[in-house]
């Protein structure tokens, strides 16, 4: 069965800092698609990157920048220079090509940015 | 059209009544998703549609959730007999066959 743990329930740092929200996943599927998603206070999720399992690439889209390790399951989300508008609600999931399209959430991360 | 669109944003009711909820998906996209996220925890699958088909629903949707896509185009859920522990916010989302999901706002649903 697929699993998202994200442990990190609550982050706070002050503006400019760098931070990094840690996501750990479990599957039994070789071939996988994992996300980070940004829920603002207004509710709406908002797609921020997909990654598919043969992709170990990391990525950089401005100051956000995600780091995949399959040998550990671990598909974590860095902000550089954090500003008070990345404060929001983080999460990850997961989506195994053998379970439709279906999305696996993890519990998500808090982060607050104060200034 | 330039994103998913949900209706109502907000729902109070009291328990026993019946409720429906509207989504209306990104025009292209042939896949439509329902989930539901209680407070402090992340969205839960219920189910998904391919067109008007319904592919997959999950355990969490009990006989008293129903939903529809109708010719593949906007979805409905409805609860009967609503049950304060369906009180949450109810997240739609569509996708591209397999490309990543765009969600709405949600329908925040009370039930009191």
């Known amino acids: 069965a697929q699993k998202v743990t994200q442990a990190q329930t609550e982050i706070s740092v002050v503006e400019k800092e760098d931070v990094t929200l840690d996501c750990v996943y479990e599957?039994?599927?070789?071939?996988?698609?994992l996300f980070w998603y940004k829920q603002p206070p207004s509710g709406e999720l908002v797609f921020l990157i997909r990654?598919?399992?043969?992709?170990?690439q990391n990525e950089i889209s401005g100051r956000y920048s995600w780091n995949f390790q399959k040998s550990t399951s671990s598909f974590n989300f860095t902000i550089t220079a954090s500003q008070v508008v990345d404060s929001a609600v983080y999460f990850c999931?997961?989506?195994?090509?053998?379970?439709?399209?279906?999305?696996?959430f993890g519990g998500g991360t808090r982060l607050m940015v104060k200034p | 059209d330039t994103g998913v669109s949900q209706d109502p944003r907000h729902k109070i009711t009291k328990r026993g009544q019946n409720v429906t909820f509207r989504c209306d998906p990104i025009?292209?996209?042939?896949?439509l998703y329902w989930y539901r996220q209680t407070l402090g925890q992340g969205p839960e699958f219920l189910t998904y549609?391919?067109?008007?088909?319904?592919?997959?629903k999950s355990r969490l949707l009990s006989d008293r959730f129903s939903a529809e896509r109708p010719k593949g185009s906007f979805s409905t859920l409805e609860i009967q007999r609503t049950e304060q522990g369906d009180s949450a916010m109810y997240l739609c989302?569509?996708?591209?066959?397999?490309?990543?999901?765009?969600f709405g706002q949600g329908t925040r649903l009370t039930v009191v």
């Open positions: 989302a569509s996708s591209q066959d397999r490309t990543e999901a765009f």
């Open positions: 599957t039994r599927d070789t071939t996988y698609y």
């Open positions: 990654r598919n399992s043969f992709d170990e």
């Open positions: 999931a997961l989506s195994e090509l053998n379970a439709g399209n279906m999305l696996t």
């Open positions: 025009s292209e996209h042939n896949r």
């Open positions: 549609f391919q067109n008007e088909a319904q592919l997959e």
